[in-house]
């Protein structure tokens, strides 16, 4: 039945990550939104949560960030940082941070170094176009470095809740 004429409306290929469960974490330097750089290394000994997220403001995203702010009292009781990551440029994160009161760090990846790192830049399809982007996936790398949970296909509005249930 080729030709149906039926077309894709695919929002994004499934992501294909390389790094597993167990993995030692890739160690980043990134500049964040509060002007520092942001150095895994210096986190050792705590929850991290690494967040990666498509662009600032947009609906999914804003959806995301906002959760992962509601609930951000509740990952600091159980001693874990949140940190959120696109390939936005540290301005657009101040902009995305002010509006919407995010009380931890963006980090700022334009040179794709991190997205890179943690397999989570390639092809995305919307619409029938295809396009290079970020993947909304979300790791926990544990007090030790490593990776301790990876969250390849996450919904937005619920995703902060479900990582929180994990640590």
């Not at 804003?62 to 390939?87: I, M, N, W």
């Not at 296909?153 to 990582?163: D, G, I, L, M, Q």
Request: aromatic content about 10%.
């Amino acid at each position: 039945m080729g030709g149906s004429g039926l077309r894709s409306v695919t929002m994004a290929k499934k992501v294909e990550l390389a790094l597993k469960v167990g993995d030692v974490a890739p160690e980043f330097a990134v500049p964040a939104t509060d002007g520092q750089v942001v150095r895994l290394s210096a986190l050792r000994g705590k929850h991290v949560i690494l967040y990666f997220y498509p662009k600032d403001d947009t609906p999914g995203c804003t959806k995301e960030a906002c959760a992962f702010r509601d609930a951000y009292a509740k990952f600091q009781k159980k001693g874990a940082v949140v940190l959120g990551a696109s390939t936005d440029p540290v301005k657009a994160h101040v902009k995305f941070t002010d509006k919407f009161s995010l009380p931890f760090p963006l980090l700022a990846d334009e040179k794709k170094e991190l997205v890179q790192a943690y397999g989570v830049w390639g092809e995305k399809v919307f619409m029938g176009r295809k396009y290079l982007g970020t993947f909304r996936v979300t790791f926990h790398i544990n007090p030790e470095g490593r990776i301790a949970h990876i969250w390849p296909e996450v919904k937005p509005e619920e995703h902060a809740a479900e990582v929180l249930a994990a640590i």
